[in-house]
Nanobody
Framework: QKQLVESGGGLVQPGGSLRLSCAAS????????IGWFRQAPGKELEGVSC????????NYADSVKGRFTISRDNAKNTMYLQMNSLKPEDTAVYYC?????????????????????WGQGTQVTVSS
């Protein structure tokens, strides 16, 4: 059974940092582009960042550029999202996703429809 499990969410003060992790089981992430998405209360799902299967291409939402960094450790079958300089507007449930389709993450559009497998989500709350 193919699964993605996120961890690392929590409550942090504005300006703080968190690192989200997403571990895959039942399949090998090396063959997949990976992405992070988030959904704030009352809002639609928003693409945050992605990295291509080769790791040569990354994309970020304008709202997180310069603050968030996506990475992958294929040896550990795990992806990460390092989030720095967090703002209250970053508060959301964060989801990781994996997509095997050709060209996934080549476009900066960060479309959720490119991804086949999703984690259950982890809450990130930025508040003083």
């Amino acid at each position: 059974q193919k699964q993605l499990v996120e961890s690392g969410g929590g409550l942090v003060q504005p300006g703080g940092s968190l690192r989200l992790s997403c571990a895959a089981s039942g399949f090998t992430l090396v063959d997949y582009a990976i992405g992070w998405f988030r959904q704030a209360p009352g809002k639609e799902l928003e693409g945050v960042s992605c990295i291509s299967d080769s790791g040569s291409m990354t994309n970020y939402a304008d709202s997180v550029k310069g603050r968030f960094t996506i990475s992958r450790d294929n040896a550990k079958n795990t992806m990460y999202l390092q989030m720095n300089s967090l703002k209250p507007e970053d508060t959301a449930v964060y989801y990781c996703a994996a997509g095997a389709g050709y060209g996934t993450c080549w476009s900066p559009s960060l479309s959720q429809y490119e991804y086949d497998y999703w984690g259950q989500g982890t809450q990130v709350t930025v508040s003083s």
